[in-house]
T-cell receptor, first 113, second 114 residues
């Protein structure tokens, strides 16, 4: 069984550029979560979806961040324009039924210079 | 609001020895789930063990076991016969039965000494 797939694994971009991170959840999972991990703030939940519908985006830092889930097998997290403080590891996770454990992807390490 | 506290930022243990990682949480709810996740240098977050609050029996997974003390709101992880591959950051996490979100602690970095 394939786990959660994220791409790219590493992204280096210049300040002001648009960044798109991609996630494919585990087949059959109906919840998808986006997290950001930094040394200073630890693991933060940004947004999560249930059946492709955003349920809680209160963790999204500001309007520069947006997330979509056009279908059950694909989600994107976009940052436009990117800033150096957005540098972090971004994780996608999925679960079957919101009250079950979450399975994480390998993460995307984003560096904004 | 619920919180998860891991009071040990770093710990070290000799290979083949046993180590216990501490975790406390704060909640007013009676029904919830607790998890331990492992994050090795590859940064992949791996579920180690899960405990349902309504179960009195402590969860075990091979060399990993928990000591769940509901009244004390404590959820420690014991790793027996430590192996070099156990070196990682370990996160304690809480999820309310009524919520879809998981709250993570700040993590404990575990070093295994050969």
């Amino acid at each position: 069984d394939a786990g959660v797939i994220q791409s790219p694994r590493h992204e280096v971009t210049e300040m002001g550029q648009e960044v798109t991170l991609r996630c494919k959840p585990i087949s059959g999972h109906d919840y998808l979560f986006w997290y950001r991990q930094t040394m200073m703030r630890g693991l933060e939940l940004l947004i999560y979806f249930n059946n492709n519908v955003p349920i809680d985006d209160s963790g999204m830092p500001e309007d520069r961040f947006s997330a979509k889930m056009p279908n059950a097998s694909f989600s994107t997290l976009k940052i436009q324009p990117s800033e150096p403080r957005d540098s972090a590891v971004y994780f996608c996770a999925s679960s079957f039924g919101g009250k079950r454990e979450q399975y994480f992807g390998p993460g995307t390490r984003l560096t904004v210079t | 609001a619920q919180t998860v506290t891991q009071s040990q930022p770093e710990m070290s243990v000799q290979e083949a020895e046993t180590v216990t990682l501490s975790c406390t949480y704060d909640t007013s709810e009676s029904d919830y789930y607790l998890f331990w996740y492992k994050q090795p240098p590859s940064r992949q977050m791996i579920l180690v063990i899960r405990q349902e609050a309504y179960k009195q029996q402590n969860a075990t997974e091979n060399r990993f076991s928990v000591n769940f003390q509901k009244a004390a709101k404590s959820f420690s992880l014991k790793i027996s016969d430590s192996q070099l591959g156990d070196a990682a950051m370990y996160f304690c996490a809480y999820r309310s039965h009524r919520d879809d979100k998981i709250i993570f602690g700040k993590g404990t970095r575990l070093h295994i000494l050969p």
